[in-house]
């Protein structure tokens, strides 16, 4: 099963930009559907979108659409979530998350990454 | 959006006695295609990511052991831990992905008396 190793912790300003990634090891993750899940500081899980890699369609929940951009390069087996302007509002961890691939969008995420934690502080 | 509600938000129970969880959604998650209740269960320790535990409301996830159970249909769903252990301290999720965007109820945190 495919396992999903993401980027390490950032401390960018207000205004900066960023990306985050999700790459999968020890199978490709072209047959899966990625999803970005965030977790602002003791708080719950919020579901960002969703891209299927080998298309690179992403879907996104009205909360974050225009906020964030999915991303995904299927020939390095990545996903990608990324910010053109970072706000102290974004500090949180973010999970990118899996279904099993061939069960479809509408699945339950049974592969989490292990988190990014981004910190935005002036 | 289909806003997951969950109840309590925390409890605190004794060692081998029984935790129950509610989440309420505020639409049906319910399938009529496929009568399958599009509603998971997520277990989330501290510095941990989330877990998921049960699926299609009932069905345990491999590898979960047997005294957690999910049940309900429609709009009520519950999560029971029968005998609880030192190891389940942790905040559960329900998750609603009947439709776009899944939505995760508040979480509930799990403690021990």
């Known amino acids: 099963e495919v396992q999903l190793v993401q980027s390490g912790a950032e401390v960018k300003k207000p205004g900066e930009s960023l990306k985050i990634s999700c790459k999968g090891s020890g199978h490709s993750l072209v047959n899966y559907w990625i999803a970005w899940v965030r977790q602002k500081p003791g708080k719950g899980l919020e579901w960002m979108g969703i891209i299927y890699v080998s298309d690179s369609a992403p879907r996104y929940s009205p909360s974050f659409q225009g906020q964030v951009t999915i991303s995904a390069d299927r020939s390095i087996s990545t996903a990608y979530l990324q910010w053109s302007s970072l706000k102290a509002s974004d500090t949180a961890i973010y999970y990118c998350a899996a279904p099993t691939p061939a069960t479809g969008i509408l699945s339950p995420l049974n592969i989490w990454g292990r988190g990014t934690m981004v910190f935005v502080s002036s | 959006d289909i806003v997951m509600t969950q109840s309590p938000d925390s409890l605190a129970v004794s060692l081998g006695e029984r935790a129950t969880i509610d989440c309420k959604s505020s639409q049906s998650v319910l399938s009529s295609s496929n009568d399958k209740n599009y509603l998971a269960w997520y277990q989330q320790k501290p510095g941990q990511p989330p877990k998921l535990l049960i699926y299609?409301?009932?069905t345990r996830e491999s590898g979960v052991p047997d005294r957690f159970s999910g049940s309900g249909s429609g709009t009520d769903f519950t999560l029971t831990i029968t005998s609880l252990q030192a190891e389940d301290v942790a905040v559960y999720y329900c998750q609603q992905y009947y439709t776009s965007p899944q939505t995760f109820g508040q979480g509930t945190k799990v403690e021990i008396k």
């Open positions: 299609w409301a009932s």
